[in-house]
């Protein structure tokens, strides 16, 4: 099926200033050259690459709409094939009749993620590089963003090229000296080859190192905002997200049910969720939220526990607070506003502290930057390190520490040529981050995920 030339509409379903089809392969050029009429009389063919050409979609010799034509050659695109995208007006009807004449012409519908494959299959990107065009399209946030970009650049390729290199040298190394006894030829020494192996096994515990953050950056930070009632908990909820999206009265036990929201506070994404004012009721519908409320806080990465600054501190927020020891969490003095000099200092070295108002908006950037501060996500785009966001890429490495292990342990135990299989499985499992040793099924399963038209 590489051989076919695809199709897709590559901008969102449903109407807009213009949708942008996309064509790719052998005979695209061929394809539209049926149904594209331009007024000077030029052809996709006969057009440069990497320019445009204005003009009609024209089919059975009616008028579709008029159209922009972006010519690409091989191989200087993103699939490495040749590449048309028709710019058409962004109605769902009109699209779709230009989608229709092209795939009339000679063109077959894409895939889920077909072109991106095709840009794998073609060599113009490794799988990683490939799984990072999902992650930057996908991205929740600014850091999110800037790790996928990083990615896509090809920040993990190289490095897992120079690890997967010194490996191979190991293994020819041994594996000449096996098989060439007779010949006079440098064998690695016992020492030197326990200290390379630890070296990029240090290497690959480093990467791994980053995966937690990563996952953090990528899915965003599970985040419950937990305190008795009426501390302001929806009230906070709802200046993060800048709605409505909590009901905030004055009766305590307002909240019942958790309550979910997706924010971004200082280029970090927060999975947030707002949780029943936790205390002793004989509420059953009440106590049902309550018990709720403590089952998120055992899961979250991060708890924000509020106080009330114009009510001081109760018995009932320190039976909360000696709930979260162990756990990441921040103390939160709301309704600053209304008490601006709250002691707190019973809490100093447990939780780091931020003043707020929630209802006047005020405090909330120095929230997002403590936040920030706790996980050490801000160093990760400032160093610009590779860092791992991939659960595949995690399995891989971790898989390939054990062989490594494996391999240290054996040095001067077993032969060379033994070591040497560990080695080369290590090998295998570096290959699987990148698509040299990875198996058909996995990657359609991985493009499997994308978009239509990407």
């Known amino acids: 099926m590489i051989n076919d030339t695809i199709a897709a509409v590559a901008t969102p379903h449903g109407t807009g200033g213009i949708s942008v089809i996309r064509v790719s392969g052998s005979d695209a050029f061929t394809v539209c050259d ?33 159209v922009l034509v972006s010519v690409m050659h091989a191989p200087h695109t993103f699939t490495g094939e040749n590449t048309v995208e028709i710019s058409c007006h962004g109605g769902i009807t009109v699209t779709n009749a230009v989608l229709s004449a092209i795939l009339t012409h000679g063109a077959v519908l894409a895939s889920a993620g077909e072109f991106t494959k095709r840009a794998f299959l073609n060599g113009k990107m490794d799988l990683s590089q490939a799984e990072a065009v999902i992650d930057v399209i996908n991205s929740t946030s600014s850091l999110a963003l800037d790790t996928a970009t990083h990615q896509l650049e090809g920040s993990l390729s190289r490095e897992i090229a120079i690890l997967r290199d010194r490996l191979l040298d190991v293994t020819a190394q041994i594996n000449v000296a096996a098989d060439y006894p007779e010949e006079e ?13 630890k070296d990029v096994l240090n290497k690959v515990n480093a990467l791994l190192k980053t995966s937690e953050r990563g996952t953090l950056i990528r899915d965003g930070i599970n985040t419950v905002i937990c305190g008795r ?66 089952e998120y806080l055992k899961k979250a990465d991060l708890v924000l526990m509020i106080l009330d600054a114009s009510c001081g501190i109760t018995d009932e927020d320190r039976k909360i607070a000696a709930s979260l020891d ?4 921040i103390l939160i003095i709301n309704k600053t506003d209304l ?25 909330i950037d120095k929230l997002g930057d403590t936040i920030s501060e706790m996980f050490k996500l801000g160093e990760i785009s400032a160093n610009g390190e590779v860092t791992i966001t991939n659960l595949r890429h995690k399995q891989a490495l971790a898989e390939s520490a054990e062989y490594l292990n494996n391999a240290i342990s054996a040095i001067g135990v077993v032969p060379a040529d033994l070591i040497a299989i ?25 493009f499997s995920r994308f978009c239509l038209g990407k």
């Open 34 to 66: 049926r149904i594209f009429k331009n007024p000077k009389g030029k052809t996709t063919s006969q057009a440069k690459s990497h320019t445009i050409l204005y003009g009609h979609i024209i089919d059975a010799g009616k008028t579709i709409d008029e």
């Open 185 to 197: 030829i440098d064998e690695l020494k016992e020492q030197q080859l326990k200290d390379i192996l």
């Open 229 to 294: 009632p009426n501390v302001g908990k929806s009230s906070l909820l709802n200046a993060l997200s800048d709605t409505d999206r909590a009901i905030v009265t004055e009766i305590a036990g307002t909240t019942r049910d958790v309550i979910e929201e997706r924010v971004v506070l200082s280029g970090v994404c927060l999975n947030i969720f707002d949780t029943a004012g936790i205390r002793d009721t004989d509420n059953p519908v009440e106590s049902l939220g309550i018990i709720k409320a403590e």
């Open 326 to 329: 162990g756990k990441k969490a």
């Open 339 to 363: 008490a601006p000099n709250l002691d707190v200092s019973e809490f100093y070295g447990r939780f780091p502290c931020v003043a707020l108002s929630a209802k006047a908006k005020t405090g």
């Open 422 to 446: 560990d080695v080369t499985n290590a090998i295998s499992a570096f290959g699987e981050i990148t698509g040299q040793t990875v198996s058909e099924e996995i990657v359609d399963r991985i």
